[in-house]
């Protein structure tokens, strides 16, 4: 038995799954005209509702346990506090320190983190205050139109997701594009269409030794020092200067790309990637937007840090998401989560989740080496709910999973025109409503005997409409998509998921898993570069199926 396992409240959320598994929301409601009341919660920009979860009192009362047991606050100290609770990599993890204006002096390995983050902030207000007014010229005298912020997961990830859900409160003095795949079709169509005299490139890795942004930055070197040449500038390095800055946390691996020491911003390792997008890592979005909105959405983060900190677990957000997520995928053993915002600026939102939540506690195996006795996180996927309605609803309502979902939307669109809000906020309410009740036979039987339809038909037809409905959901109404409103519900994922680490007893903060395919691809890279190595060494050390695959690529491929 594992720590978790062997706690009271863990076989008593046993027990209550059991019990669970044939009661269903239509009865819970018929039963509570309070639910709604009793499991909401109100929060300045955003109205939490969980009533939909397939929960009761009891239930909750033993999820609340669950995180008293598993202490959830001391661990929320232990982080506040700058402990090396990323235990595998024996780092601090402090994003909230990015975010907390109000100068909490704290210290990290003898270094005072309150006045580094104020630091590099006021580095990014005159950086992109000199970018975003002209000031800042490229090697042919003009300003920059352009930036291109190079980066992949955490270095791509979040900074695009709130580029483009932030998109109508950009004045456009700049336009921001993201390369992250190591396919040169999304370099070469970016660059396509760029002026490089007036493009400003940022390349964005917290170790600035990830492959792939490491070759797109090559690329881009390329290109800019290639059009500067031809343009009359003979000092390569001076182009560079005017055209590329960094942010990393191996300023070395900076500097010996090439790129100006003056023109890198830092990381610090106790900052993770997939949460980095407060820091200098969310350079491209501040010059996006102007360094206000940045703060703003920084302010947003921050209010939720608040929150977290001091409501009582039982009104706590982050706590009830995170406790929620493990009595569906540890208890209820449903396996995935689908995100389904219903506001199209929030489009990137599953892909930032994606990586968020199942890199950080995709793992099994908890704190103290052994192998977990219960199912960690669900498979995290999701669409604009609007699209996915006619995609994958069809599996939400009548699969046998159950599938729990978060829906995400607004009361007020960023783009309103005439009833468009009303019709996609009529389907938000439409859908989780529809999931939690579905429809019965005998429902079903009354409808197509009111339209007429024979007897013997209407029994054929039967089953194939029966929606099972209690798929349990979350609905997060926010006031309006804003910076800080964004800012807000980042963070609740943020904190959900660190909670949801401690319920589950897992080192939420380095991500293993991803190593070993980035170890074999770099051997393979040699092996596939090298023509001295032919089918019967490839053979040798590869599996019958990877060896095969690599001759018949090695055999036709053409070389640019
Ligand atoms: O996907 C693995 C990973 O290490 C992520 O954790 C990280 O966000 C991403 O690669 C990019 O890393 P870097 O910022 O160091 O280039």
Redesign the pocket.
């Known amino acids: 038995m594992t720590s978790r396992t062997s706690l009271s409240s863990w076989s008593a959320l046993q027990q209550q799954a059991l019990r669970f598994k044939s009661i269903h929301l239509n009865d819970l409601f018929a039963g509570d005209q309070q639910r709604f009341t009793k499991f909401s919660v109100e929060l300045p920009n955003f109205v939490f509702d969980y009533s939909k979860q397939r929960i009761d009192d009891n239930i909750k009362a033993d999820l609340i346990k669950l995180a008293e047991q598993c202490d959830v606050e001391g661990w929320r100290t232990k982080m506040f506090n700058g402990e090396h609770i990323n235990i595998t990599e024996d780092r601090a993890v402090l994003h909230v320190a990015l975010r907390d204006r109000k100068q909490r002096s704290l210290l990290v390995n003898g270094d005072n983190v309150a006045s580094e983050v104020t630091r590099e902030l006021d580095r990014i207000e005159i950086f992109v205050n000199a970018v975003r007014s002209g000031e800042w010229l490229g090697y042919s005298g003009q300003a920059i139109k352009d930036v291109v912020s190079i980066?992949?997961?955490?270095?791509?990830l979040g900074p695009q997701m709130v580029t483009d859900a932030l998109s109508t409160y950009a004045d456009h003095t700049l336009n921001v594009h993201y390369v992250s795949n190591v396919d040169s079709a999304q370099i070469s169509a970016t660059l396509g269409s760029l002026n490089p005299a007036t493009t400003l490139f940022v390349i964005?890795?917290?170790?600035?030794?990830?492959s792939e942004?490491m070759t797109n930055a090559g690329t881009a070197f390329e290109w800019l020092t290639t059009a500067a040449a031809k343009a009359g500038v003979s000092d390569a390095k001076s182009a560079v200067a005017k055209h590329f800055v960094a942010v990393?946390s191996n300023v070395k691996a900076a500097v010996d790309l090439g790129i100006d020491e003056q023109n890198i911003f830092c990381m610090w390792d106790w900052v993770?990637?997939?949460f980095?997008l407060w820091s200098a890592?969310g350079l491209p979005i501040a010059l996006f937007l102007g360094f206000e909105q940045f703060i703003e959405l920084l302010e947003g983060a921050h209010e939720i840090d608040e929150h977290f900190l001091n409501a009582e677990l039982a009104n706590n957000v982050p706590v009830l998401m995170a406790l929620l997520s493990v009595w569906n995928t540890s208890f209820m053993e449903f396996p995935a989560q689908a995100i389904l915002p219903y506001d199209q600026v929030l489009h990137m939102l599953p892909a930032y989740l994606q990586?968020a939540e199942m890199?950080s506690n995709g793992k099994s195996v908890v704190r103290n080496g052994e192998n977990t006795e219960y199912e960690t996180v669900p498979l995290i996927w999701g669409e604009v709910g609007i699209n996915g309605q006619h995609a994958f609803y069809q599996f939400l309502h009548q699969s046998p999973a159950v599938i729990p979902a978060d829906f995400i939307g607004s009361v007020e669109s960023v783009a309103p025109i005439g009833k468009h809000h009303d019709v996609l906020m009529s389907n938000f309410f439409a859908q989780s409503s529809a999931l939690m009740s579905g429809v019965s036979a005998q429902d079903i039987r009354a409808e197509l005997t009111a339209k007429g339809m024979p007897a013997a038909r209407i029994e054929d037809i039967v089953p194939h409409k029966v929606h099972r409905g209690n798929r349990p959901t979350t609905s997060i109404l926010l006031n309006k998509v804003t910076p800080h409103s964004l800012g807000n519900l980042i963070a609740l994922y943020e904190h959900k998921i660190f909670v949801q680490g401690v319920l589950l007893d897992i080192c939420s903060f380095d991500?293993w898993g991803?190593e070993l395919g980035?170890v074999i691809a770099k051997k393979i890279e040699t092996d596939i570069a090298n023509d001295n190595v032919g089918e019967n060494e490839l053979m040798a050390n590869y599996d019958v199926s990877t060896a095969s695959l690599m001759t018949r690529y090695k055999a036709n491929r053409r070389r640019s």
């Open positions: 980066g992949i997961g955490g270095s791509h964005a890795s917290k170790t600035f030794t990830t942004t990393s993770g990637g997939r980095s890592i990586q890199e991500q991803v980035k």
